[in-house]
T-cell receptor, first 109, second 115 residues
Framework: QKEVEQDPGPLSVPEGAIVSLNCTYS??????FMWYRQYSRKGPELLMYTYSSGNKEDGRFTAQVDKSSKYISLFIRDSQPSDSATYLCAIGGAQKLVFGQGTRLTINP | AAGVIQSPRHLIKEKRETATLKCYPI?????VYWYQQGPGQDPQFLISFYEKMQSDKGSIPDRFSAQQFSDYHSELNMSSLELGDSALYFC??????????????FGEGSRLTVL
């Protein structure tokens, strides 16, 4: 079993829809929870970062962490075609980061 | 703002040759990570350095070695290249001391193609 599980999709939604991306993890020692966005042939770009349970909001993006269930989510409101990319969750402890498989998201105009 | 710089961006080698990738972290970042990403795969952790010392090791083949220099740049050396080494190699940096909170910031990657 992988340490971090993420549905690879692909996920296709119409413009303006709310998108929900999710990951589960197995190691309760993990302390940091991040979401990265990766466009084709580019390096992962940090979107959201949190280290506590609860919600963190940044513009149209909301990251949610539930440590008791070992479950994290990324919500995208008012999705735009420019949000089309692969979204990777990344969960880590001291000096170690484990990525999910990535979810390929397409927002259709 | 300065980002993580990787070079070369593209590299083509033949089997059994050697390749060296370079990474220049964000200024004042003390930790460098190397990741390998195959087509359609998530990034796989290879190795990391904190303050010029190896801090963690992942699925790095014995044919690969890396080091971090006094100016904090890092080099990944790959020898006896195999076809399966063809991938995107990402370097990331972070700051674990001072006000750093540990987020990783990635470079654009070096694409290695082994023929």
């Amino acid at each position: 079993q992988k340490e971090v599980e993420q549905d690879p999709g692909p996920l296709s939604v119409p413009e303006g829809a709310i998108v929900s991306l999710n990951c589960t993890y197995s190691n309760s020692a993990f302390q940091y929870f991040m979401w990265y966005r990766q466009y084709s042939r580019k390096g992962p770009e940090l979107l959201m970062y949190t280290y506590s349970s609860g919600n963190k909001e940044d513009g149209r993006f909301t990251a949610q962490v539930d440590k008791s269930s070992k479950y994290i989510s990324l919500f995208i409101r008012d999705s735009q075609p420019s949000d089309s990319a692969t979204y990777l969750c990344a969960i880590g402890g001291a000096q170690k980061l484990v990525f999910g498989q990535g979810t390929r998201l397409t927002i259709n105009p | 703002a300065a980002g993580v710089i990787q070079s070369p961006r593209h590299l083509i080698k033949e089997k059994r040759e050697t390749a060296t990738l370079k990474c220049y972290p964000i200024p004042r970042h003390d930790t460098v990570y190397w990741y390998q990403q195959g087509p359609g795969q998530d990034p796989q952790f290879l190795i990391s350095f904190y303050e010029k010392m190896q801090s963690d090791k992942g699925s790095i083949p014995d044919r690969f070695s890396a080091q971090q220099f006094s100016d904090y740049h890092s080099e990944l050396n790959m020898s006896s290249l195999e076809l399966g080494d063809s991938a995107l190699y990402f370097c990331a940096s972070s700051s674990l001391t001072g006000q750093g909170t540990g987020e990783l910031f990635f470079g654009e990657g070096s694409r290695l193609t082994v023929l």
